[in-house]
């Protein structure tokens, strides 16, 4: 886990094999909350706009922004979160191979850094990814490995000056040419395409 795992960053680590965490990465945050925004004032006070609604039944609109939830509405709300959350603490007693009941004494939205988190056993170890790859290769039996890190990153000086053959060749082209340098661009899509086309009678130009 990096700088932040927390929340359904958390709740994707929970099931690993074993957890690694930066002594301050902030962890946790084992809880669910619902919100659901009424709008109605702002529609009509701020916007002059009044909305009325045909419903099949009184709970069709449920979490409808354009009014505030009936005491009904929010108990039935207020269940599914909780519903959520069981299924939350759960997942993390599985993985973390602790009770429900533990999970739910350090639940509950609290957030931990990652020294405390490993207190709590909510990690199994500090580290980074180099840690992390490593116990990977380990369980995995590899003796040589490498990593590689994707997407390849373009060289900032390349990025800079453009030294590549097709940047200076489009440079020296858009120099050349001037605004007509787009139907050279377009005539190359052509030709560089396979296959059954078929052409518009116009072209869209983005600029």
């Known amino acids: 886990m990096g700088d932040l795992a927390a929340s359904g960053g958390y709740y994707i680590s929970c099931a690993a094999d074993r957890i690694f965490a930066q002594p301050n990465t902030i962890t946790g945050s084992i809880g669910v909350f619902g919100m659901v925004p009424n709008m109605k004032k702002v529609f009509e006070e701020k916007l002059g706009i009044t909305l009325d609604t045909v419903n099949t039944n009184k709970h069709s609109d449920l979490m409808s922004t354009f009014r505030g939830a009936t005491p009904t509405e929010s108990v039935f709300i207020q269940k599914s979160v909780e519903a959520v959350y069981d299924v939350f ?25 990652g020294s405390d988190a490993l207190k709590i056993n909510l990690v199994d170890e500090l580290g980074g990814l180099p840690e992390a790859i490593a116990y990977a290769a380990k369980k995995a039996k590899l003796k040589e490995y ?28 858009k120099k050349s040419l001037g605004p007509n340098y787009i139907y050279l661009k377009q005539v190359r899509s052509i030709l560089n395409s396979k296959g059954v086309q078929v052409r518009l009678p116009y072209e869209i130009i983005i600029n």
């Open 89 to 113: 603490i759960g997942r993390v007693a599985e993985g973390r191979k602790i009770s429900k009941d533990q999970v739910d004494s350090i639940g509950q939205g609290r957030v931990w850094s």
């Open 146 to 173: 490498r990593t590689e890190e994707l997407p390849l990153q373009k060289n900032p000086f390349d990025e800079l000056f453009g030294k590549s053959e097709a940047d200076a060749e489009a440079r020296i082209m």
